[in-house]
């Protein structure tokens, strides 16, 4: 009985969560549809509007609204749009001070009715401060003050009351990031620059490059043509990368011995052999500037442990998967 009972409870939550996200997917699917119809004209006009402004987007909401707004300005800033959250109660004490002419404002108010925002949308309107609604009315008093308004369509919130903000807060949230993608496309923003702005953590580790975790100069276990196998096995065995790399008379990198070809070619002359007849011919190589995210996609699809970095043809380093397992990158 106990049990028929706790699962009972079970499927009850199961089925509030999925009525939940199924009220939460109607509001992103207004959303697009609006999107593709009148609302697609003021959001490519407020992305023109905030890149042609000389300073940071302002963002700015209560409760909920602020919540989310905080998100927007934090996606904005790390995907190359200046942006901070200013509250608009705090900005009634002082704050006002942190806004420039050149910024822009962006305000959330699912109502637009919002009263700490009004000092804030009187200021941006005395010193010509861009400002941007995003509402779901219009016609409210930030609606009518606004130079751009991002109507939000209406949707039912998933509180089976239609009173927690739960559905206009992920439509904010989906609109927000919608303006940050299409700002960072607009900009040109790359992996790398994104990388300068997320130093920390695994994201930072897989957004530097090669040159970031490369062994270089004497530690790179390399071999010419026509060596001995034997003498080859002890480079191997002294560098510890599993691997040697073999180089003509112009140090271009032609090949690469690894453990696995060892094994393949096992036999009782294999030491008395020479490079040229074990190794991979044109092995795969990567670019010191290369993309710590590309180079694990590289070791991962070729099942091997580490790669030579090469300019030009000629062999600058050497990475290892143990390289970036240390840097928590893998």
């Known amino acids: 009985m106990r049990n028929d009972k706790a699962q009972t409870k079970a499927d009850a939550a199961i089925d509030s969560a999925l009525r939940t996200l ?15 119809d009148g609302l697609g004209a003021p959001f490519a006009a407020a992305v023109e509007l905030i890149r042609g402004a000389q ?26 749009t200046p942006a901070m959250f200013v509250h608009p109660a705090e900005a009634s004490h002082g704050d006002l001070g942190m806004i420039a002419k050149g ?5 959330l108010s699912w109502s637009g009715e919002t009263a700490e925002l009004k000092n ?6 005395r010193f010509r401060i861009g400002l941007i609604a995003m509402t779901a009315n219009a016609d409210s008093t930030l609606g009518k003050t606004a130079d751009v308004v991002l109507t939000l369509p209406q949707a039912r919130e998933a509180c089976p009351h239609n009173m927690a903000p739960t559905t206009s807060s992920l439509m904010q949230l989906a609109l927000g990031d919608a303006l940050a993608i299409a700002l960072l ?16 953590g695994k994201l930072g580790a897989l957004l530097k490059t090669v040159s970031d975790f490369m062994h270089t100069g004497e530690a790179v276990p390399l071999a010419p043509l026509g060596t001995a196998m034997s003498d080859a096995i002890l480079q191997m065995s002294a560098k ?33 052999a020479r490079v040229d007849d074990v190794m991979t011919k044109a092995p795969k190589t990567v670019r010191p500037d290369q993309l710590i995210s ?16 090469v300019d030009a043809g000629k062999p600058v380093g050497v990475i290892h998967v143990h390289d970036l397992l240390r840097a928590g990158a893998a």
């Open 22 to 36: 199924d009220a939460e997917r109607g509001g992103i699917d207004a959303l697009i549809a609006a999107l593709r």
């Open 103 to 107: 910024d822009v404002i962006l305000a």
């Open 240 to 272: 510890g990368f599993g691997c040697v790399g073999i180089t003509d008379a112009k140090g271009t990198l032609v090949g690469i011995i690894t453990d696995g070809d060892l094994r393949r070619h096992m036999r009782n002359d294999l030491l008395d």
């Open 120 to 125: 804030l949308t009187d200021y941006s309107r």
């Open 55 to 80: 300073g940071r987007v302002i963002v700015t909401g209560m409760g909920k609204s602020g919540h989310v707004g905080h998100k927007i300005a934090s996606t904005l800033a790390s995907t190359g």
């Open 294 to 309: 590309e180079t694990l996609d590289i070791l991962n699809s070729m099942k091997v442990t580490a790669l030579f970095a």
């Open 185 to 200: 496309e607009s900009h040109g923003f790359t992996a790398l620059d994104f990388g300068m702005l997320h130093p920390g």
